[in-house]
């Protein structure tokens, strides 16, 4: 895993490339989209990962240990200030065109010199029942 650096223009560049990397399995671009410190991520079961590398240790487990999976994503709300902005996803994970899980997910992205880096992510698991409420 490598450290590189993008400068992501906007928040929602950064998201864009942030589910690129999720769904193709690619823990460099994934590496380079998080913020150095100071950074928090829930997968969904999960307690609070903290820390740059653990973070990063725990997406590898992830992009490693399953397939490349499609991920159908929609942004249901916003919050943005100058520094600061605060996405709540609904994202659907696919197998064969199929709703597998249903995740909502709360992405917090914060402006630094060279652009939009994810400080936070958390995502809960959608009960089967709820599903078909909350996407529509």
């Known amino acids: 895993m ?5 400068q992501m223009q906007t928040p929602d560049e950064a998201e864009i490339i942030f589910y690129e990397a999720f769904m193709h399995g690619d823990i460099d671009v994934m590496a380079a989209l998080w913020a150095d410190d100071n950074v928090i991520c ?7 990962i903290s820390g740059y590398e653990s973070v990063m240790r725990s997406w590898q487990h992830i ?3 399953s397939a490349h999976m499609d991920i159908r994503y929609r942004v249901e709300n916003k919050m943005v200030t100058d520094e600061l902005a605060v996405h709540v996803v609904i994202e659907e994970m696919l197998n064969i065109n199929s709703v597998i899980a249903v995740v909502v997910a709360t992405n917090i992205y914060k402006k630094f010199e060279n652009g939009w880096l994810i400080a936070e ?10 599903k078909s409420e909350t996407l529509q």
Do not use: C
């Open 2 to 6: 490598t450290k590189s650096v993008l």
């Open 121 to 130: 992510h958390h995502g809960s698991v959608v009960n089967t029942e709820q």
């Open 42 to 48: 829930v997968h969904p079961g999960s307690g609070v």
């Open 63 to 65: 992009l490693e240990g």
